[in-house]
Structure formats: C-alpha cells, structure tokens
C-alpha cells in the first residue's frame, strides 16, 4: 500500500510547466479619488482587470509580483465561497 502512494505522489506530470501555469502580472496602482480629488495608492496589489474600477488608475513603477496561476485548481469561486443560503 505505501508504495502504491508513494508512486501517485512521485507521478510525473506530462504536461510541461509553463503550458500548465498562467503568468498574472500584480502591479500597486495609483488612482485619483473622485470625492477629494487627491491621489491615492493602493494597499494591495491589484490585477489590470481589477484595476479598471479605479479611476484614472496608472501602475506604481517597481511594485509588479508576477503570479503563477493555475488555472484547473484555482477557480474563481469568489463571492459564493462559504455561502449557504437561509432556509
């Protein structure tokens, strides 16, 4: 039994890696705050896409993570994780 787990957890994956992970760029952005009118930057550091809700949004030069990504084990499951609708 131990070594048929052994195997499984020794298994090669056919796939090559960078065919296997997505490469997302994370970048901190600056963005104009539309009640004050100053310039704001954010805490944490936001995909482009999650980026266009913040107006006039521009990168912060030297703040990019780059994030690998899988896609098959990562799915966006967000707002409905935990969720249990009230009977």
Not at 5 to 33: F, G, Q, T
Request: glycine share 4%.
């Amino acid at each position: 039994m131990r070594s048929g787990a052994r195997a499984a957890v020794n298994a090669v994956v056919e796939l090559p890696l960078e065919s296997a992970m997505k490469h997302v760029e994370y970048w901190r952005w600056r963005y104009r705050d539309s009640k004050s009118g100053r310039m704001c930057r954010t805490m944490y550091a936001l995909s482009e896409a999650e980026a266009t809700r913040l107006p006039q949004a521009e990168r912060i030069p030297g703040t990019m993570i780059l994030r690998e990504v899988d896609e098959a084990d990562f799915a966006d499951t967000v707002p409905h994780v935990g969720f249990r609708p009230m009977d």
